[in-house]
C-alpha cells in the first residue's frame, strides 16, 4: 500500500507573529536576570563580600564604672567597688537542651536560685543578646567562685567575672541626697537624657545619681568577636577599654551632715532639715528620717525589701522630706508675715499692737500658747516673745488689699519649687481664696475662704504646706537683702584624680526688694528670740559662742496628734553666712526639740565644741 506525500502546512503570519512575541519576552527576561547577576557580582561584589565578613562579626558590651561622687573636702560619698559576679559564656554552654537545663538546675542549687526563674531568664536574655554574657548572680563571695573554677567540668560555659558595683561607704547618711542606680528602664530609653544608653545599662534613678547621671555614666567599652555560620565563638579581634565617667564635686559638708542626721535621729524619727549657705545658696547637708541604706539597690531589690522602704507603718523610709514632704511649719513662718506687713505698709518697725493674750474674730476665739497676755509690743518684741494674738491681727488686718501675705509668701518661695538639682521635688502649698473657694466648688473642702483662713496662715498654720529647704530659702533672702537663692549640691565636674574639668555655675537667683529698715528689725527681733530674756529659745542658746538669730515653731496637727517641733536659725548675727531650717513631726515645742537640733547642727558648721547634752527649753510656741 502506498501512502501519499503529505506536504507539511507553512508558518502562517498570525502564528509567526506569536512565536516572535514569546521569543522576545524570554529575551527580555534573560537579558534582565544577566544585568542582574553581573550588577551583583560585578558592580556590587566587593560591598557583598565585606557586609558578609561584617556579619560574622559581633560586639559585646564592657560596661563603663561610673564617676565617683565626693564632698566639698574630697570625701568620698559614693565610689566603685569591684566585685565577682557568676556569668554565663553562650559558646561554652552545652549545646543539647537536656544538658543545658542539668546546668541550670546545678547552678540554681549552689546560688540558691530557683532552677525553672533561672533557666527562662538565662534563654530569654540569649535570644535577645546572643553573645552578651547573662549575668546569673551579682556580688558572690570568693568561696563560692573558688568552687565553681575547681569543677569546670560540672559548670561548663559558667565564669566568674569581675565588675565595678556601686557603692555607699556611709550607709544613710545623705541617702536621699545622694539617691541609687538601676538597670534602666524601656521608658527611660525612649528618653533625650538617656541617648547612648542600651538595655541592660545601669543609671541613676534617683537623688544625684540621677539629676547627674550624664555626667557620672562612662562610656562602655566593647569586645568585637567573630563567630562561624553557626554562631561559634572563633576569634577576638580587638578590645576597646570602657571610660570611666566623670567625678562630681557636691556642695555638701560630709560631717555636718552626719552631725544633723544624728541630732535627728536623736528625735522622734520623723523630720527632715536644710543648711545652707545664705549667701551663693551652696547646701552643706539636707537630710530625711527615717533614712535608708542606698547599698541595697546595688543588687537586685525584692519586693520585700521595696514594701519596706515605702511602707507608713515603717516612716516610709524612701521619702525625702527635706523637699517632698509638707507640714504647717507654725511660728517659724512670722518671718515671712513680718516681712509682708512691713513691706506693704501695714505696719511699721515701731507699731504697737495690743497683746491681751487672745483675739476674737467672728466668734471665734483665737488664742497665745498658754493664754499669756503680752501687753503692747512692736515687732522686735513680738518676735522675740513669739506673740500669737499680734500675728493674728497681722493676718486679719492683710486678709484684703491684695492679699499681701500670700504675695509676699509666694515671692519668698513658699508653695513653689526651690529648683534644687534633685529630682521629683514638690511644691508645697500656700492656700489663698481661690485655691480654697475652687476646691469648695469642686466639694473637696467643708467651706469657702474666710478671714480666720489668713489669721492661722500668719502663725503657719491651717493649710499651708512647707518643707525645711523652702524655709531656709524664705529667710535667707532676708539675710541676704532680698536675694530668693536657688539651692544648689553640684559645685564642679572633675577627673578621677580631683582636677577640675567644669565649673558648674550657681543658678541666678530672683530679687525681691526689701528695705534695710525692715530687715534689720526682723533679724533683731529674730536674735532677740534666741538670746534676750523672755526670748523663746534662749535657754537653748545660752553660752553658744556664735550669736544666733533664730525662731521657734510649734505647729499643730489637731486633736490627738503631737505638735510638730520646728527651729530656723541664722549664723552669725547680724550678718549672717548659714540658714539652718529642721524640724522633727511629733518634737512637741520647737524649743524642746528642734531648737536643741539646730545648736548642734551651728556647733558642727562653726566648729564649735560641745560637751554634754543640749537641753531644751524656753517660752513655749
Known amino acids: 500500500m502506498y501512502l501519499d506525500n503529505e506536504r507539511r502546512p507553512t508558518l502562517t503570519p498570525k502564528l509567526a507573529f506569536r512565536v516572535a512575541v514569546i521569543g522576545g519576552a524570554a529575551l527580555v527576561m534573560f537579558s534582565v536576570i544577566f544585568f542582574r547577576l553581573w550588577y551583583l557580582q560585578v558592580l556590587s561584589g566587593d560591598n ?31 565610689e566603685n567597688r569591684h566585685s565577682l559576679s557568676i556569668k554565663l559564656t553562650p559558646d561554652k554552654l552545652p549545646q543539647r537542651r537536656a544538658d543545658r537545663e542539668q546546668l541550670y538546675r546545678r547552678l540554681a542549687k549552689l546560688l540558691g536560685l530557683n532552677p525553672r526563674r533561672l533557666e527562662r531568664r538565662v534563654e530569654r536574655e540569649l535570644r535577645a543578646l ?56 524601656p521608658k527611660q530609653l525612649k528618653d533625650q537624657r538617656f541617648s547612648g544608653v542600651a538595655i541592660g545599662d545601669r543609671v541613676g534613678q534617683a537623688g544625684i545619681e540621677f539629676e547627674y547621671d550624664r555626667f557620672l555614666r562612662g562610656r562602655n567599652g566593647a569586645a568585637r568577636v567573630e563567630v562561624d555560620a553557626l554562631g561559634n565563638l572563633t576569634n577576638t579581634l580587638k578590645r576597646e577599654q570602657p571610660i570611666q565617667g566623670k567625678q562630681l564635686r557636691l556642695s555638701l559638708d560630709l560631717d555636718v551632715q552626719r552631725v544633723a542626721q544624728q541630732a535627728l535621729a536623736g528625735g522622734t524619727g520623723k523630720g527632715a532639715f536644710a543648711v545652707m549657705n545664705v549667701q551663693d545658696g551652696e547646701v552643706l547637708a539636707l537630710g530625711s528620717e527615717p533614712s535608708f541604706d542606698p547599698n541595697v539597690f546595688t543588687k537586685p531589690i525584692t519586693k520585700k525589701q521595696l514594701a519596706a522602704l515605702t511602707s507608713k507603718d515603717l516612716g516610709e523610709p524612701l521619702l525625702d522630706r527635706a523637699i517632698q514632704a509638707g507640714y504647717p511649719t507654725g511660728s517659724t513662718f512670722k518671718l515671712i508675715t513680718a516681712t509682708a506687713a512691713l513691706e506693704s505698709g501695714q505696719i511699721t518697725p515701731s507699731t504697737p499692737l495690743n497683746d491681751p493674750g487672745s ?22 518684741s513680738a518676735l522675740t516673745v513669739s506673740s500669737d494674738v499680734f500675728f493674728y491681727q497681722l493676718g486679719r488686718d492683710m486678709n484684703e488689699r491684695g492679699m499681701p501675705l500670700q504675695v509676699w509668701a509666694h515671692r519668698l518661695g513658699i ?40 489669721i492661722n496662715l500668719a502663725v503657719g498654720q491651717g493649710d499651708l504646706l512647707a518643707n525645711p529647704l523652702q524655709m531656709a530659702v524664705a529667710y535667707a533672702a532676708i539675710a541676704n537683702r532680698g536675694r ?69 515653731g510649734t505647729a499643730e496637727h489637731g486633736v490627738g496628734r503631737p505638735d510638730q517641733s520646728w527651729y530656723v536659725a541664722l549664723a552669725p548675727y547680724p550678718n549672717p553666712k548659714y540658714v539652718v531650717a529642721v524640724t522633727d513631726e511629733a518634737g512637741g515645742f520647737g524649743a524642746d526639740t528642734a531648737a536643741p537640733m539646730a545648736r548642734r547642727i551651728l556647733a558642727a558648721l562653726f566648729d564649735v565644741k560641745e560637751t554634754g547634752l543640749v537641753q531644751g527649753g524656753g517660752a513655749p510656741d
Do not use: C, M
Open 415 to 454: 508653695g513653689r519649687e526651690t529648683g534644687i538639682d534633685l529630682p521629683n521635688e514638690l511644691p508645697g502649698r500656700l492656700p489663698t481664696p481661690h485655691w480654697r473657694n475652687t476646691w469648695f466648688k469642686k466639694k473637696l473642702t467643708d467651706r469657702p475662704w474666710s478671714v480666720g483662713d489668713n
Open 130 to 185: 546572643p553573645f552578651a554574657k547573662p549575668t546569673i548572680k551579682q556580688d558572690v563571695n570568693k568561696n563560692l567562685v573558688a568552687f565553681v573554677l575547681e569543677r569546670q567540668e560540672q559548670f561548663p560555659g559558667v565564669e566568674p567575672e569581675s565588675e565595678f558595683l556601686r557603692e555607699y561607704p556611709h550607709g544613710p547618711i545623705a541617702a536621699h541626697l545622694v539617691g541609687q542606680v538601676g538597670e534602666v528602664s
Open 484 to 552: 530668693v537663692l536657688r539651692p544648689r549640691l553640684g559645685l564642679r565636674i572633675e577627673d578621677a584624680a580631683g582636677r577640675a574639668l567644669q565649673q558648674l555655675d550657681a543658678p541666678t537667683a530672683r530679687r525681691v526688694k526689701i528695705s534695710k529698715e525692715n530687715r534689720d528689725a526682723i533679724l533683731e527681733g529674730l536674735h532677740g528670740a534666741a538670746s534676750a530674756p523672755g526670748g523663746t529659745s534662749t535657754p537653748v542658746f545660752a553660752g553658744f559662742p556664735i550669736p544666733v538669730a533664730g525662731k521657734t
Open 48 to 78: 557583598y563580600v565585606a557586609a558578609a565578613r561584617e556579619n560574622r562579626v559581633r560586639e559585646i558590651k564592657v560596661q563603663a564604672p561610673r564617676g565617683e561622687i565626693v564632698d566639698r573636702h574630697g570625701q568620698r560619698l559614693v
Open 359 to 380: 483675739l476674737t474674730v467672728g466668734g471665734i476665739k483665737f488664742e497665745n500658747a498658754g493664754g499669756v497676755a503680752h501687753g503692747t509690743l512692736s515687732l522686735v
